[in-house]
């Protein structure tokens, strides 16, 4: 969508943030959660370097929350999740997955405690706020699930810590690796975690007062002048380069947690219930017959992530698929996760890929491709 005809509409929403972003020179949105969600802002590899090296503010409102509370809020979210939550402290976030009753993933949030019987889900692309209160008619439980007037918004690279302290003050340093604090900027009202989809150290500003959502990015904006901060977007670059799933294209319905690795966040030891635990049991004892991997595609430099999904083959025969592919210019080769037989899951095996018409040879190698330990995002201050 260029900027000279974006054909908004009232069907789809607006960010809180909008006005600002369009100041700050987005020149293209797609729909993500029925939300307009900036994904231009100019070369997406200048984009990349102003993450690793300095930082940038990313709008991310479309990350809608499902609020849920009542009485028996946790044992709801239990079991929405086969994740074991049982540890999970209030302030404490944890990236999970939802499940169906066949074991489908539906989404990939990450859960943030804010009271005993008080949640958010952070969601990915889906509609998990129709799930939830389907899910809760017949449950028996008593939870009220609504969506708030929550809308966050990304600060992340290496100089978003002398951002935030400027903001905020020293105790900012306080957050840890996905935890959170509810704040108050000049009367803004804000829960702050160290959270992110960036793969880079970083931390997500929850707004909760839609009104005030030009007010804080340019708040922002200002404080990070000093230190090189820019407007950007989400880095399809990076996130790839840390290996995480983008809902639709690396994760849908059809796809269960094992295939994609996720094993640790399936708890299918103990009297814990949840959707889809007998599902996954079985898929479990059976056995999987497809597993995420990473590749490196030997062709030349990729013009940009793939728009479709790309086809591979061993002696021409079908064996998977590439669902997110693109050139990393730190790693100087085109890297991609794909989904493929088990048989071909091997580090080594050499497959063939059709782009555009024209089949090129790509490798299994190990996935994350850069900061595997995730050393970065976790690193303390």
């Known amino acids: 969508m260029s900027n000279k005809n974006f054909g908004f509409g009232t069907q789809i929403r607006k960010s809180p943030y909008f006005d600002s972003t369009v100041k700050w020179g987005a020149t293209g949105f797609s729909v993500y959660n029925h939300m307009y969600i900036p994904r231009d802002f100019g070369d997406p590899e200048k984009n990349f370097w102003n993450l690793i090296e300095t930082a940038i503010l990313c709008d991310v409102a479309v ?22 939550l049982s540890k999970l402290s209030v302030g404490q976030c944890k990236y999970v997955l939802i499940t169906n009753a066949e074991g489908g993933i539906l989404n990939d ?7 005993e019987n008080h949640f958010w889900l952070s969601l990915a692309d889906s509609d998990i706020l129709l799930w939830a209160q389907g899910v809760a008619i017949n449950s028996g439980l008593d939870v009220k699930i609504t969506e708030p007037d929550v809308s966050p918004l990304q600060l992340q690279g290496p100089k978003s810590a002398d951002i935030m302290i400027k903001l905020f003050g020293e105790t900012i340093k306080d957050i840890k690796y996905y935890w959170f604090k509810e704040l108050d ?8 975690s160290r959270t992110g989809w960036s793969s880079e ?11 005030k959502g030009n007010e804080l ?25 840390g290996g995480m799933l983008s809902y639709h294209a690396d994760a849908d319905i059809q796809t269960n947690p094992f295939e994609l690795g996720l094993d640790r966040l399936v ?7 949840f959707i889809g635990k007998k599902a996954l049991k079985k898929i479990k004892e059976d056995g999987i017959k497809r597993l995420q991997v990473g590749l490196e595609i030997k062709c030349e430099k990729l013009s940009g992530p793939n728009t479709i999904f790309w086809s591979l083959t061993v002696n021409n025969v079908l064996i998977g698929k590439v669902t997110s592919a693109v050139y990393s210019p730190r790693l100087k080769k085109n890297i991609a996760l794909a989904i493929v037989d088990i048989d071909y899951a ?13 089949i090129f ?6 996935k994350p491709f850069f900061d595997p330990k995730k050393k970065i995002t976790s690193e303390s201050l």
Do not use: W
């Not at 900027?185 to 702050?192: A, K, M, R, S, Y």
């Not at 091997?346 to 024209?358: Q, S």
């Not at 040879?361 to 190990?366: A, G, R, T």
């Open 346 to 358: 091997k580090i080594g095996y050499e497959l063939d890929v059709l782009i555009d018409g024209k």
């Open 217 to 241: 990015y340019e708040k922002i904006m200002q404080a990070g002048e000093e230190f090189g901060l820019k407007p950007g977007h989400t880095s399809s670059i990076r996130r790839i380069e």
């Open 63 to 84: 990350e809608r929350q499902v609020e849920i509370t009542g009485p028996d809020a946790f044992k709801f979210i239990q079991l929405l999740t086969p994740r074991d």
């Open 267 to 273: 708890n299918l030891d103990g009297d814990v219930n």
């Open 185 to 192: 900027l000049d009367g803004i009202p804000l829960v702050v």
């Open 201 to 211: 150290f970083g931390y997500e500003l929850f707004l909760r007062d839609g009104s």
């Open 109 to 115: 949030p990450v859960l943030l405690r804010l009271k």
């Open 361 to 366: 040879k790509c490798e299994v190698i190990n």
